[in-house]
């Protein structure tokens, strides 16, 4: 089931995806289930917007694929590598990315992100599964001079803008059905790797991170980039495609 979070009617909703329209939901399906009102709306009378605004964090996992790790000049470490994004940093497809005057090299990562369905601390990767929502799309941006420059990496990955989401939420994601992430920069492909390429399974990250810190619903957990990340312009537009879910589609300005 595919969820979208839209506008219409100056009206900000959630809907079910379905045969070209969304069926209107009572309202946000984390806190109050998949009701529906009855409604339809069409998806070429929407604005999607982000399909969810975590409600305190962005948990990201560097170095998860053992060809990304090895284009940025080291190994996929033993644990999985956190880091956070602020939730100010999240906009939704159709989007602008706002490449900042500070940095000199903005950069693109495609990678899947799950969204957490209810308070989860401590979990056990066995039973992480049930504490999944669904399955969205991300770019996890960055400034990748200061990224460098810095020796953390909080303000090269969380300038506003900076993770974009969407353009849905799967909610019946088959991790192990051979989906691949692709990523285009005016529509020529520059990343393309399957998920199975994880270091760190889906799993083990969330317990891993619920072990150091709660996730409440709405957080989001990005998983990884395969390689071929690299740099993108202002005017360009960027998208990111994982089959399953959909495009995630933006376009970037400079500040």
């Not at 520059?190 to 072990?211: K, N, W």
């Not at 990005?222 to 990340?229: D, S």
Request: charged fraction near 25%; proline fraction near 5%; include cysteine.
């Amino acid at each position: 089931m595919k969820i979208a979070r839209f506008r219409h009617d100056d009206a900000i909703r959630f809907g079910i995806l379905d045969d070209g329209d969304l069926v209107v939901l009572a309202g946000d399906p984390l806190f109050a289930g998949f009701e529906t009102t009855g409604e339809r709306v069409a998806l070429a009378d929407a604005v999607l917007l982000a399909p969810v605004i975590p409600r305190s964090k962005v948990v990201c996992v560097g170095k998860n694929y053992r060809d990304h790790a090895a284009e940025m000049g080291g190994e996929a470490p033993a644990e999985p590598l956190l880091f956070l994004k602020p939730n100010t940093s999240v906009i939704g497809p159709g989007d602008v990315i706002v490449r900042p005057r500070q940095s000199e090299r903005t950069d693109f990562e495609g990678e899947l992100a799950v969204v957490i369905g209810r308070v989860a601390k401590d979990v056990s990767a066995v039973d992480a599964d049930s504490y999944i929502f669904g399955y969205t799309v991300a770019n996890d941006v960055t400034a990748r001079d200061l990224q460098r420059s810095d020796g953390q990496w909080a303000r090269a990955k969380g300038f506003d803008t900076f993770c974009p989401l969407g353009p849905v939420i799967e909610t019946e994601f088959d991790l192990d059905g051979g989906h691949r992430i692709v990523s285009r920069v005016n529509g020529e492909v520059r990343q393309d790797g399957p998920l199975s390429d994880m270091v760190h399974s889906v799993a083990d990250i969330i317990a891993y991170a619920s072990a150091a810190f709660t996730l409440l619903p709405g957080d989001v957990v990005l998983t990884g980039t395969p390689a071929g990340i690299g740099p993108f312009e202002a005017g360009d537009t960027v998208e990111v495609e994982i089959s399953g879910i959909g495009v995630l589609r933006t376009t970037a300005r400079d500040a």
